[in-house]
């Protein structure tokens, strides 16, 4: 099995930056990929950056340019990197990770971290 547990979050003023961090713990050797996720009230909760353990980075198209997701493969941690936010980026983000439990392929989900960006 594989845990994961975010840090950073917080409000901050439009503009500004942010950075989160995951820590992913258990059989790390069975993921595959890490992301980070969002969700706002009443919305579905929506890929933000994902990176492989290959370091292959899919990005959604509202964060482009200004979101860099990044992983220490030592550390066992993956980072968001959040710039020039805005707004509409105020949500609950998640880690996720993508791993294999014998012949499934699971996932698991942190607690969620609070982004507040004030207008």
């Known amino acids: 099995q594989v845990q994961v547990a975010e840090s950073g979050g917080g409000l901050v003023q439009a503009g500004g930056s942010l950075r989160l961090s995951c820590a992913a713990s258990?059989?790390?050797?069975?993921?595959?990929?890490l992301a980070w996720y969002r969700q706002t009230p009443g919305n579905e909760r929506e890929m933000v950056a994902a990176i492989t353990t290959g370091g292959k980075i899919t990005y959604a198209y509202f964060v482009k340019g200004r979101f860099t997701i990044s992983r220490d493969n030592a550390k066992n941690t993956v980072d968001l990197q959040m710039n020039s936010l805005k707004a509409e980026d105020t949500a609950v983000y998640y880690c996720?990770?993508?791993?294999?439990?014998?012949?499934?392929?699971?996932?698991?989900w942190g607690q969620g971290t609070q982004v507040t960006v004030s207008s």
């Open positions: 258990g059989s790390i050797s069975s993921i595959n990929a």
């Open positions: 996720n990770a993508d791993f294999v439990d014998g012949y499934y392929s699971k996932f698991a």
